[in-house]
C-alpha cells in the first residue's frame, strides 16, 4: 500500500526521472505528467510495470487535474542552454503559465509542493560562493534570460502562494548536476565532453577555460531534494557540489576517464556566460544534514556506461 501519491512535472526528463524512481523508494505512489518537449519516454521505460506509477502526456500550460495529490514537485522546464535558447517563450511560459498550474493542484488537495529551481537565479554572481541570501546579478534582457527570469518568476509565485493561499511550499536552487539520462546534446558541459571524447572528436572549451563550475552526481542531487521535501523549511536551499572545477580541469578528468586522445579546442565564451558558480551549502548541511558524496572523477565512472550506449548506440539524442 502507498504511503501518499505524488505529482511529478517533467518526470521524463533527467532530474524528474530519477525523482520518480526516488519517490517509488519512499513508498509513494506516482503520476508523472510531461509533454515529452526536451524529455524521453525512455527515461521511464523501467517503470512501466510498477502499479504504482503512471505516465499522462500532457502539457501543464494548459490547465489539468490528475486527481487528488498529497505533493507536488514541479519540475517541468527547459533546463540545458540549447533547449531554453530554442524553447525561449515555451521556457518562459511553463516558469509561469505551468506553474501557476502545479501550485493551483497543490492548492486545491492541500499538498505540499517542491519547486526546481536554479543557480542561474544568481546569474553572474558577484558574490562567491553564493548563499542563498544572496540576491542575484542576472541580465533580464539578454538571451539566457527567458530561464533565469523564468525560474525569478517561479519562485517569487511559489512564495507568493505560501503566504496567501498557505500552500506548504519548499524551494530548491539545483546547481549544475550530471549523470545517466542527461541528453548527450543538451550543450551542458558534462555530456558535451563525454561525448566528444568517447567519440574522439576535439573538446570544445569555451574561453580560455579558466571559468568555473561545481558539478553534482544525480544521486547526491535527488537524495538532496528528498531530505528537503521532509523538511519545513520554505525559503530556497542550495543543493549542489561545492567543490569547484575549471571547465579545463573538467576536461582533463573526461579525457582520463574515457581514456581518450582528443584534443582541447577552444571557441569564444557565449553572451552572459557566468564566471564562476559555487554553492554555498552550510543551510543543507545544517538544516537537512545533507552534503555531497560522490566526487567528479567517481561520478563519470559511474556515468560512463550510459554515455558510451548514448555516444554509439545514438541513444539520448535529442529528437
Ligand atoms: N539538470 C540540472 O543541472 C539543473 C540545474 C538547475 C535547475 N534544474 C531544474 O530542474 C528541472 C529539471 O531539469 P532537467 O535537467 O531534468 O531537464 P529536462 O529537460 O531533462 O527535463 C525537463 C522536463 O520537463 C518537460 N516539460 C517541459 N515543458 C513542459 C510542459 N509545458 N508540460 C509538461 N512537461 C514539460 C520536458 O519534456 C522534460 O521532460 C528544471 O525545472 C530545471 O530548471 C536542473
Request: proline share 5%.
Amino acid at each position: 500500500m502507498s504511503k501518499s501519491r505524488a505529482l511529478v512535472t517533467g518526470a521524463a526528463g533527467f532530474l524528474g526521472s530519477h525523482l520518480c524512481d526516488a519517490l517509488l523508494g519512499e513508498g509513494y505512489s506516482v503520476v508523472a505528467v510531461d509533454n515529452l518537449l526536451t524529455g524521453r519516454q525512455a527515461n521511464l521505460e523501467h517503470l512501466r510495470n510498477d502499479s504504482r506509477f503512471e505516465f499522462r502526456q500532457l502539457d501543464i500550460n494548459q490547465p489539468f487535474d490528475v486527481g487528488k495529490v498529497d505533493y507536488v514537485f514541479h519540475f517541468a522546464c527547459p533546463a540545458s542552454p540549447v533547449d531554453y535558447m530554442v524553447h525561449g517563450i515555451l521556457t518562459l511560459k511553463v516558469g509561469s503559465v505551468g506553474t501557476f498550474h502545479a501550485l493551483d493542484i497543490a492548492h486545491k488537495y492541500g499538498a505540499k509542493y517542491f519547486i526546481s529551481s536554479t543557480s542561474e537565479c544568481y546569474g553572474d554572481p558577484l558574490e562567491h560562493p553564493q548563499k542563498e541570501t544572496y540576491w542575484g546579478n542576472v541580465n533580464p534582457i539578454g538571451p539566457r534570460s527567458v530561464y533565469d527570469e523564468a525560474k525569478r518568476f517561479g519562485e517569487a509565485l511559489t512564495m507568493a502562494y505560501h503566504r496567501y493561499h498557505k500552500v506548504d511550499t519548499r524551494i530548491v536552487r539545483i546547481f549544475n548536476t550530471y549523470g545517466p539520462r542527461m541528453q548527450l546534446n543538451d550543450g551542458r558541459v558534462v555530456p558535451n565532453f563525454m561525448k566528444q571524447a568517447l567519440r574522439g572528436e576535439d573538446l570544445t572549451v569555451y574561453g580560455d577555460g579558466s571559468q568555473t563550475r561545481s558539478f553534482c552526481y544525480v544521486s547526491d542531487e535527488i537524495d538532496g531534494f528528498i531530505r528537503l521535501s521532509k523538511s519545513d523549511e520554505h525559503l530556497p536551499t542550495n543543493i549542489g557540489n561545492p567543490t569547484e572545477f575549471t571547465i579545463l580541469e573538467c576536461a582533463r578528468r573526461v579525457l582520463a576517464v574515457t581514456g581518450s586522445k582528443s584534443s582541447i579546442r577552444y571557441e569564444p565564451l557565449p553572451q552572459d556566460d557566468p564566471k564562476q558558480r559555487r554553492p554555498d551549502i552550510t543551510k543543507a548541511k545544517t538544516l537537512l544534514g545533507w552534503e555531497p558524496k560522490i566526487d567528479l572523477e567517481t561520478g563519470l565512472k559511474m556515468s560512463l556506461e550510459y554515455f558510451k550506449k548514448a555516444a554509439f548506440e545514438d541513444q539520448g539524442t535529442r529528437k
